[in-house]
């Protein structure tokens, strides 16, 4: 099930810097995008979402944009913190249904 | 923070046993689901749950699954006869309203099947 990539398993940025994280769809069902971070020994939690008929959310320092002809979003995070390393999720639904999620990608802050 | 409970935290099973996995939901909850995630892929759906009764399911979930909401606050996930494929990690999540709500997920169970 390849409905939902993220490309890039891992991404190092400097302390202060953005972070931007990538992401592709392929079904063009899906109506609600999610991003989720996840530390090890825990479950995902929810950082922010976009409707479809939206481009743009912000939520503090996170970003998501929407680009629905590419059928591709991206979180940015402005500044990037060292707390914010972790694994990061980006998944979709359709309707409010089940998530479908991408394979993650591992952002390193690095101080 | 009002958090969603698993357990336990980890499980080792003997193939063909039976396992249940165990989840308190957030309190006003209303959407119940579990997913899991084998080691090294992705996160994938499961099951949801609502107004006492399964909404939607994957086709991972077979006879061999079962979900239950036996006392109004616990979520449980029954496996009849594990396999050694049952291995890994079991996340419970519970919203408000449907997945645009964002779940809130647990800490999951490792489940490993020798």
């Known amino acids: 099930d390849q409905q939902v990539k993220q490309n890039s398993p891992s991404l190092s940025v400097q302390e202060g810097r953005i972070s931007i994280l990538n992401c592709d769809y392929t079904n063009s069902m899906f109506d609600y995008f999610l991003w989720y971070k996840k530390y090890p020994a825990e479950g995902p939690t929810f950082l922010i979402s976009?409707?479809?008929?939206?481009d743009k959310n912000e939520d503090g320092r996170f970003t998501v944009f929407l680009n629905k002809s590419a059928k591709h979003l991206s979180l940015h995070i402005v500044p990037s913190q060292p707390g914010d390393s972790a694994v990061y999720f980006c998944a979709a639904s359709v309707y409010g249904n089940k998530l479908v999620f991408g394979a993650g990608t591992i952002l390193r802050v690095k101080s | 923070e009002p958090e969603v409970t698993q357990t336990p935290s980890h499980q080792v099973t003997q193939m063909g046993q039976e396992v249940i996995l165990r989840c308190v939901p957030i309190?006003?909850?209303?959407?119940f689901y579990w997913y899991r995630q084998i080691l090294g892929q992705k996160v994938e759906f499961l099951v949801s749950f609502y107004n006492n009764e399964i909404s939607e399911k994957s086709e991972i979930f077979d006879d061999q699954f079962s979900v239950e909401r036996p006392d109004g606050s616990n979520f449980t996930l029954k496996i009849r006869s594990t396999k050694l494929e049952d291995s890994a990690m079991y996340f419970c999540a519970s919203s408000e309203g449907t997945a645009n709500y964002g779940y809130t997920f647990g800490s999951g169970t490792r489940l490993t099947v020798v």
């Open positions: 976009i409707s479809s008929i939206k």
């Open positions: 309190s006003n909850h209303l959407y």
